[in-house]
């Protein structure tokens, strides 16, 4: 049974062009949640969502992110215009529902900013 | 806002030794969870804490919850090498409908021979 799937594991980028994560939640769940993780901190929550909705956003930034869980396929973070300051580790979580359940991270995906 | 703190951030321990690791939270909230991650790596659930008293074991590491204090322990008994990781805890927002989730800062174990 696979776990929670991020690609890529790795990805530069230079200023100005866009970032895109993806996320394959384990098998059998539906709610994904995307974590941002800067060097020596903690992880900080950005966004949860269910198929095909946003539940919550307010951790992420109001301008150049976006998020989405469409029907079909992976969970997809969006960043566009990148900058210096989003080089970070993006961690991407899953969980059959809510209540009561750890959730299950991908491996995470690194995030340069060249 | 609920917010969750560690100590310590950084501890460096001998093998065989005892230590406690702290998370206090700031509001009410019904879960508590306990992460390990190794350097580079993802995160590994540990533990589950779902009520008042709540003390659960593996292996050397033991974690127990007091909701009055709003206080969780991660105990380490007779450290070894391949404890050495960053431990997290994490606490639910209790006033929302789902798991968001808020992470302490982290505690950066080693376990020195």
């Known amino acids: 049974n696979a776990g929670v799937m991020q690609n890529p594991r790795h990805l530069v980028r230079r200023r100005g062009q866009e970032a895109r994560l993806r996320c394959s939640p384990m098998?059998?769940?539906?709610?994904v949640y995307w974590y941002r993780q800067l060097p020596e901190e903690g992880l900080k929550f950005m966004v949860y969502l269910q198929k095909e909705n946003i539940i919550d956003e307010s951790g992420m930034p109001k301008e150049r992110f976006s998020a989405e869980f469409p029907k079909e396929g992976p969970s997809i973070l969006r960043i566009q215009q990148v900058v210096r300051g989003d080089s970070a580790a993006y961690f991407c979580a899953s969980s059959p529902s809510s209540g009561a359940q750890p959730q299950h991270f991908g491996d995470g995906t690194r995030l340069s900013i060249l | 806002e609920l917010k969750v703190e560690q100590n310590p951030l950084f501890l460096s321990m001998q093998e065989g030794k005892n230590y406690t690791i702290y998370c206090n939270y700031s509001t009410t909230s019904d879960r508590l969870y306990w992460y390990r991650q190794d350097p580079g790596k993802s995160l590994e659930s540990l533990f589950v804490?779902?009520?008042?008293?709540a003390v659960k074991q593996e292996g050397r590491l033991m974690a127990s919850l007091d909701t009055k204090a709003r206080l969780s322990t991660l105990h380490i008994t007779a450290a070894v090498h391949d404890l050495s990781a960053t431990y997290f805890c994490a606490v639910d927002r209790a006033e929302t409908s789902y798991d968001k989730v808020i992470f302490g800062p982290g505690t950066s174990l080693s376990v020195i021979p």
């Open positions: 098998k059998g769940h539906s709610h």
């Open positions: 804490l779902l009520s008042n008293g």
